[in-house]
């Protein structure tokens, strides 16, 4: 059964590598060789080409392929009042590689007076017969990124205060969304998939964090946030294992908060990676609610050009029915093709080949 409401059966995490001619306009912006105006008219131009092309190959649901972006999360966690952004001496250190040296700070109360994301969205609508789709971090990423060192003391002498803004500020940025006729909103997550990581959680002690408090804290934090989504709004999830230049942060399968996640937080729907062993097998799926929620299935890597074998991903779909109902699920790609403007390392056509085949995938699975 196809669905008339997101998530749809054939759906994507949102980020589309940049082509050449919004790279290059990028570069001569930052050297200051063409106006913020004549950035913003090359962004608007290359966003409709993308948008174009997404309802070409029949997706539902359309983003703008985060285009206007630098990175994923920073570019939007760094507008709210109070957080800033700045230079640290090293940059995120994934498998093999290292980004660029850029992280945030907390610096005063945090607080949402409006957002250039806004007027992003607002353009995407305009320009589409499909489904909007707007991807934003999930709040539990500013927390974990910065970490209590990187929150400011006078600001806030104890989390509890943080916690209590960050939820209020998002609570705010959803109302803004869906007065700005947003009704398909994604928080982008990395940190359900750190929590899954022994790695990275001994990392997280050794900056001081009381790692097995955070779940409950991260889900009632996401969980007033969107409490008072009106009802014809869909706010989904994407848990990410780290998404640069095709490599990856943390490895492990979401049993460890999979309960909670799946069961405890409201979201309507799941996009879960699940394109290596890196996220373990189908088994944390029993804790979904029977239901209206949706898991879509992130069986298509990103990360990689080489086309999976159509009959290998309908039959890991298969058995994550053992787990959860056919109509509870749908098909997508693990992570997003860009997470930061960098792109992962395949080409466009090949990105396009995999979103065709999960269109096509869905269309024969759920007809």
Not at 37 to 42: A, D, G, N, V
Not at 110 to 126: D, Q, R, T, W, Y
Not at 160 to 180: E, I, Q, T
């Amino acid at each position: 059964m196809l669905r008339s409401r997101p998530p749809f059966r054939a759906d994507h995490v949102g980020s589309l590598l940049r082509p050449a001619a919004l790279k290059e306009a990028r570069t001569r912006h930052q050297s200051g060789a063409i106006s913020d105006e004549e950035l913003r008219r090359i962004e608007d131009e290359e966003i409709v080409k993308i948008i174009a092309k997404q309802e070409e190959i029949g997706l539902p649901a359309v983003t703008d392929g985060e285009f206007r972006r630098s990175w994923w999360h920073f570019d939007f966690l760094k507008q709210l009042d109070g957080v800033e952004s700045y230079h640290p001496d090293e940059g995120i250190q994934f498998s093999g590689v290292q980004t660029r040296a850029e992280s945030l700070r907390v610096t005063a109360r945090v607080g949402f007076s409006g957002h250039p994301m806004i007027e992003h969205f607002k353009f995407l609508k305009a320009n589409t017969k499909a489904t909007p789709k707007m991807t934003i971090p999930s709040p539990a990423v500013l927390h974990f990124r910065v970490g209590r060192r990187q929150i400011n003391s006078k600001a806030y002498p104890q989390l509890d205060n943080f916690f209590g803004d960050l939820g209020r500020a998002y609570r705010k940025a959803v109302r803004a969304f869906y007065d700005a006729g947003c009704r398909y909103l994604q928080f982008d997550d990395t940190v359900w998939a750190y929590l899954c990581s022994k790695e990275q959680l001994q990392l997280a002690r050794g900056r001081g964090e009381e790692v097995e408090k955070l779940p409950r804290i991260y889900a009632e934090v996401i969980n007033y946030a969107i409490a008072e989504r009106p009802s014809d709004m869909v706010i989904t999830t994407h848990v990410c294992r780290g998404n640069f230049r095709s490599q990856w942060v943390s490895e492990g399968g979401y049993e460890p908060v999979a309960e909670r996640l799946l069961g405890g937080v409201n979201y309507d729907g799941f996009f879960l990676e699940y394109d290596s062993e890196r996220a373990g097998g189908f088994d944390p799926l029993r804790f979904l609610p029977r239901g209206k929620r949706i898991v879509v299935l992130g069986l298509v890597t990103s990360k990689s050009g080489t086309l999976e074998a159509r009959d290998a991903i309908k039959r890991r779909i298969e058995e994550a029915t053992q787990y959860v109902a056919l109509d509870q699920l749908a098909l997508g790609p693990q992570c997003g093709f860009a997470s930061t403007e960098e792109g992962n390392l395949l080409t466009e056509d090949e990105q396009w080949a995999k979103l065709s085949m999960i269109v096509d995938l869905s269309r024969i699975v759920w007809g």
